[in-house]
């Protein structure tokens, strides 16, 4: 294979007169979900929400958790501060009367 044909010379030129940023792909939300992080301390669990679950009391609620614990201007995916397994237990049970809204990640 020659110089032209490499696939780094996408990435790279001999002269440095090229360049192209390598970049990391995060996985991807679906259409009309959001992700959230949830979790204590420093271990989180992520999960992808229908924005219909939006409109729910509970997470309304953990949602003004999450703002008063981290404000308002949060870089990256929002992060709620609650016990993983409690929140999958609501979550599951909410899901048992309704289509499945939410999405382990």
Known sequence: MGAGGSKLNGFFSIRG?????????????????????????????????????????????????????YGFSNPGVLKIPYDVKRFEEVMRMKNKHQTLRIMIA
């Open 17 to 69: 007169s090229r360049h192209k940023r390598i970049r990391v792909v995060a996985p991807l939300t679906p259409k009309g979900y959001f992700p959230v992080c949830v979790g204590l301390g420093n271990k989180y669990k992520r999960f992808m929400i229908h924005t219909t679950m939006l409109g729910d009391a509970d997470l309304l609620e953990l949602l003004c958790i999450s703002a008063e614990e």
